[in-house]
């Protein structure tokens, strides 16, 4: 049951975004009585690249599905670039899904498809540009992941970093406004964990846009997140520029960001 102790760390507060990418308003989702989102109100800047922390099992994944319309709230409301998705007709959200690059945890290539066809797929799914353009393009992305020479390699054939790397490579291929990471992460050693932060930093930098990831990793938070949201229960415990974030004096925040085990998170 919830009670008001539940939400003692919640500042109640968050920085006001301008010009905000993408917007939560008063978002409640619950499975069955799993009550997930409770009330969540959250707004992610354009052009930066935000971050998205949190205990798992807290709902991140499910804001992603969100916010791509693949899930819908019970009640408020989420806005991309103002407009909401849960008011779109399926028309205009197929053509919302457009705006964005989404890398799912394990890169969710097609197993069938050489490293080719699968950066390649979104632009014969969703454009009418010639071979020669998607090669251009699709040759451009790999050389940026540095993937230029595994052309035709088989998702099987690759190592886990490697298969991040395709996922990102296909993310991008339509220029996305906006770019969804879950966990790109999870499951890489320290040094390629390190090294595609520094790649996602690179190619934001390049392309702008807004980014969101999501991700366990708070060194990897230290060096990319510009914007952080810690969510918690269903509500955010504080939002705002990284680095304040980093200063904060919440104890939740404080704890989850330096990961103790004294504080406010227990088990549970
Ligand atoms: N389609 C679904 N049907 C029922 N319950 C769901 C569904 N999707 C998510 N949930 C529940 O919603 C809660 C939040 O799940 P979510 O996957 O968003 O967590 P998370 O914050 O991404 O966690 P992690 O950090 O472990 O990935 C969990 O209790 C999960 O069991
Ligand atoms: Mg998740």
């Not at 989404?102 to 979104?122: E, H, I, K, R, T």
């Not at 393009?137 to 390699?153: F, P």
């Not at 991700?215 to 949201?229: C, G, P, Q």
Request: hydrophobic share 40%; with cysteine.
């Amino acid at each position: 049951m919830e009670t008001t102790d539940d939400y003692q760390w919640h500042a109640g507060r968050t920085t006001p975004v301008e010009n905000a990418a993408i917007e939560f308003i008063g978002v409640k989702k619950a499975f069955g009585r799993n009550q997930v989102l409770n009330g969540l109100d959250m707004a992610l800047p354009q052009d930066q690249i935000s971050m998205i922390l949190g205990p798992s099992g807290t709902g991140k994944s499910v804001c992603i599905k969100h916010m791509v319309g693949l899930l819908y709230p019970d009640d408020g409301d989420v806005l991309i670039h103002g407009e909401s998705v849960p008011a779109m007709p399926d028309d205009d959200l197929f053509e919302m899904r457009k705006k964005f690059g989404v890398l799912f945890q394990d890169g969710a290539l097609f197993g069938s498809m050489n490293l080719y066809d699968n950066v390649a797929f979104p632009l014969r799914q969703h454009t009418d540009k010639g071979e020669d353009e998607i090669a251009h393009i699709v040759n451009q992305r790999l050389d940026e992941v540095g993937l230029g020479d595994a052309n035709d390699k088989m998702p099987n054939e690759l190592s886990g970093g490697m298969r991040k790397r395709a996922g990102f490579a296909r993310a991008l291929v339509l220029d996305p406004d906006i770019v969804l990471f879950d966990e790109p992460d999870s499951g890489l050693d320290p040094v390629r964990t390190a090294l595609l932060c520094e790649l996602i930093q690179e190619i934001h930098a390049e392309n702008g846009g807004a980014y969101v990831v999501i991700t366990h990793d708070i060194a990897s938070a230290r060096r990319v997140a510009e914007y952080i949201a810690v969510l918690w229960k269903g509500q955010i415990v504080e939002s705002g520029a990284a680095t304040d974030l980093f200063e904060s004096s919440n104890p939740f925040v404080r704890q989850f960001l330096s990961g103790e085990s004294q504080g406010p998170l227990g088990m549970e």
